[in-house]
């Protein structure tokens, strides 16, 4: 056992009153309690072990939620811990001093949240070092900062999957209800049972309810839309608009784990008219690695090649093979619980092509400012041919209004008109928000290289909206 895991655990073997001791157990040292309990009927007493907690590589204790009193004991440990860390010097115990420092380090923290944030978006299998190397700070107190946005965020782990590769297509489409309409847990329940179907909606505004789903042809996407109007809708009328959409980058829609039913048509078998797989195709070993990391895409490789049965270090080759491929775009993170007060999607309709070509450059330009909250403003944008234009969906916040948004993107844009439309519901799947590092998105890509944007001016105009 590594000297300062064996020393944490001394610590809390103390400080807990219990005889405590440490296991590897799925690539981790996981900490137990050890106890037993008289059992009548045997006349004896059994062990009984009760899992607490796990440590990092760096020996900080990370608790597991239990809701019993020993677990608020070992949050107590976990909260000295903290204050440990984050101690003031004695000098700044003076009101007017530390009222000055706490702003300092509140402003610290948040960039050190944000810079945290971002690597995984980008890259959720960061490791605790290579924050370590991004943030400028001590490995016990990245690990503090993570276990608190992990908790804050509700945060999960999710791979960004290039489904084109697969020969999919991304869709989207729009239904209007012309009277009434079905009830909500019907529509819920019909379409949760359709695995091309990725998200859906309930709106108000233009439309009544957005699907985004995902098929291999335009009639394999008109099939899926016929099939849940005609179960759950023939008694109702209702327009339907739908369109392709080609994501930008920015932001995505996580696969529904039904989905990968469907994937696995996809795995190729030999046979002497296929001795090697097609350019769409995956072997099994790459299916099962897919699979596995879906649900959690910063699992440890050992723990993934345990699951899926395969020899150790053969999940962590498999992924690097997929992502060589483009199938996997990368591990990321999605932010499930935001203090945001609704959702809006924005679809700028395009009317005149001239005039909306001379204003994309400033259009471009404000998808990739940076705001001043812990999460892009936009959770997807995507381009869409109808209604002919852009699709974004952004969070609305505490005094935020959805009409300002609108005009910060139509601006003095010409050529498109633009409609809000509330999301009051998500009734399938989910949408994908995290912090994405927006030097390497396309449209930065196309400002420096169509727009001769200088790269660094066009950094400080980035961060500078701030």
């Known amino acids: 056992m590594p000297e300062n895991i064996e020393k944490a655990v001394e610590r809390i073997r103390k400080e807990y009153g219990h005889y405590v001791e440490a296991k590897m157990l799925r690539g981790r040292y996981r900490l137990f309690q ?20 796990w440590f990092t590589d760096d020996g900080i204790f990370i608790p597991a939620e239990h809701r019993d009193e020993r677990t608020k004991e070992l949050k107590e440990i976990e909260k000295q811990e903290k204050e440990r860390l984050s101690a003031l010097p004695d000098s700044q115990n003076e009101p007017g001093m530390k009222k000055a420092d706490e702003g300092i380090r509140k402003k610290e923290t948040e960039r050190h949240e944000r810079d945290i944030l971002r690597a995984l978006s980008m890259d959720a299998r960061k490791t605790i070092p290579e924050l370590v190397k991004i943030t400028g700070i001590k490995d016990t107190a990245v690990a503090y900062h993570l276990r608190n946005l992990e908790r ?3 945060i999960e782990y999710v791979l960004e999957i290039d489904i084109e590769r697969f020969g999919y297509v991304d869709y989207v489409a729009f239904g209007k209800f012309v009277d009434k309409k079905p009830a909500l847990n019907l529509m819920k329940g019909e379409l949760e049972s359709y695995p091309y179907v990725q998200a859906a909606m309930i709106t108000k505004g233009e439309y009544d309810i957005v699907v985004l789903l995902v098929a291999e042809s335009n009639s394999s996407a008109r099939g899926t839309l ?5 179960s ?16 930008s980058g920015l932001g995505f829609i996580p696969l529904r784990k039904e989905f990968f039913n469907v994937l696995k048509e996809k795995v190729w078998k030999r046979t002497r008219e296929s001795p090697r797989p097609e350019h769409d195709q995956i072997t099994e070993i790459e299916y099962n690695v897919l699979m596995a990391m879906n649900k959690n895409a910063a699992a ?3 723990s993934i090649d345990r699951e899926i049965g395969v020899d150790r270090g053969r999940s962590n080759y498999v992924y690097h093979r997929l992502i060589n491929r483009g199938m996997i775009k990368r591990a990321t993170i999605n932010m499930r619980n935001l203090p945001s007060r609704f959702d ?6 395009t009317i005149n092509i001239d005039n909306w070509s001379k204003g994309r450059e400033r259009f471009m330009l404000e998808l990739i400012k940076e705001n001043e909250l812990q999460v892009d403003t936009y959770s997807f944008i995507c381009d869409i041919m109808s209604p002919k234009g852009v699709l974004l969906m952004a969070h609305v916040f505490k005094d935020q209004n959805p009409g300002a948004i609108a005009e ?26 995290r912090l994405s590092d927006k030097i390497r998105t396309g ?3 196309i400002l420096v290289s169509r727009y001769n944007y200088d790269p660094e001016k066009l950094k400080e105009t980035i961060n500078g909206s701030r």
């Open 152 to 154: 804050r965020y509700d």
């Open 34 to 53: 050890a106890t037993s309990v008289y059992n009548k009927e045997k006349g004896r007493s059994d062990k009984v072990t009760k899992y607490l907690g």
């Open 300 to 302: 440890d490789f050992a």
């Open 232 to 247: 759950v809708m023939s008694s109702y009328d209702i327009e339907w608009t739908m369109s392709p959409a080609y994501f």
């Open 344 to 349: 809006t999607l924005f679809i700028l309709n």
């Open 226 to 230: 016929y099939d849940f109007t005609r």
């Open 443 to 445: 449209q930065y890509e």
């Open 408 to 433: 910060r993107l139509i601006g003095d844009v010409g050529g498109a008109r633009i409609y809000e439309i509330i999301v009051t519901d998500i009734i399938v799947g989910s949408v994908n928000s």
